[in-house]
């Protein structure tokens, strides 16, 4: 009876995971609202069922329904609104909006996404981080949306993540963020209507993907940096975070170059690019600083303002340097 037990669970698991990876793709073969809207709800289904395997705090479940029902709410009132009207009102355009923002966890949208997290795993936190955007990045890439309200999504996710990176230690969390400022890029890439935001996507989850499971594999936690003594690993993570915040020559860096090359050829906003190209620097220092905590392991509070235990001009050649590589990179 107790085999049985297993084997219906493990069936249970890997059922609710191929049912959740097969409607998120399908979703995305889809130019119905209503029918991409049936897929997620599914997926959303499939996602709490798989959180109930793996986390054992109810009432964080319970608060992730919440939001999703929320926003699914809002999503199919302007849907049924327009369509009732046959009309494009702004107002139910912008509550549609509203409603992806909330579902991506887009600024000031944000604040439940690193809250539940923190009580995942990081087998769930891998689709919660990825899987579950893609259906969303999907819709606003099939609406005709202003470029002021593009910029207003790209500069809020773009910025405020990065400052609740700098003020935070615990990696969760700092996926978390990191994944919202990597939603400002995709973005970016959705507003000119280009399939490039699909390719930065894939990209992305797979770095993800290998970060997750070499967590999980050597059973670290959120605050690792004490823990790892290997050098090896140590080489290990460090690189998969060096690709995480692009620097060159590593795979993400050459998908940011492509998103900014294609951003300058068909836009003439350069101010935009001028402060993704900050955000990216700053993005570049917050990761190399979190690698001295590894690599030298320094008992240090804060990731930006760790002058204490660190020589002051050593901090500001590092980040000179990460700037200096990088505007070197994407000029050649």
Do not use: R
């Amino acid at each position: 009876m107790k085999k049985f037990f297993i084997f219906f669970n493990m069936f249970s698991k890997f059922f609710i995971i191929i049912n959740l990876l097969m409607f998120s793709i399908l979703s995305i073969f889809l130019n119905d609202f209503f029918m991409i809207w049936f897929f997620m709800e599914i997926n959303n289904f499939m996602f709490i069922c798989l959180m109930c395997y793996k986390i054992s705090k109810k009432k964080i479940i319970f608060f992730y329904f919440i939001i999703q029902t929320m926003a699914s709410l809002f999503l199919i009132f302007s849907l049924l609104y327009s369509s009732f009207f046959f009309l494009q009102f702004n107002y139910s355009k912008m509550m549609f909006i509203l409603s992806l923002s909330l579902k991506l966890g887009i600024p000031p949208f944000h604040l439940w996404m690193p809250l539940i997290s923190l009580f995942m795993n990081w087998e769930i936190l891998f689709f919660f981080l990825s899987i579950q955007k893609i259906t969303p990045l999907y819709m606003m890439s099939l609406m005709e949306i202003k470029p002021f309200m593009f910029y207003l999504m790209i500069l809020s996710s773009s910025f405020i993540s990065t400052f609740k990176m700098m003020m935070n230690l615990n990696f969760k969390i700092i996926l978390t963020y990191s994944s919202i400022n990597q939603t400002s890029w995709m973005l970016l890439l959705i507003m000119f209507k280009n399939i490039l935001w699909f390719m930065y996507f894939i990209i992305y989850s797979i770095i993800l993907l290998m970060i997750n499971l070499m967590f999980q594999f050597l059973k670290l936690s959120h605050n690792f940096f004490y823990t790892i003594k290997s050098l090896n690993l140590q080489l290990m993570y460090m690189f998969m975070f060096f690709n995480m915040a692009s620097l060159p020559p590593l795979s993400f860096f050459f998908m940011k170059w492509l998103s900014i090359y294609n951003f300058l050829f068909n836009s003439n906003m350069y101010l935009i690019f001028i402060i993704m190209l900050i955000n990216s620097f700053i993005l570049i220092y917050i990761y190399i600083n979190m690698m001295t905590l590894l690599m030298f392991f320094y008992s240090l509070k804060s990731k930006m303002f760790f002058m204490v235990n660190y020589p002051f001009k050593k901090t500001y050649l590092i980040l000179f340097m990460s700037f200096f590589l990088s505007l070197t990179m994407i000029l050649i």
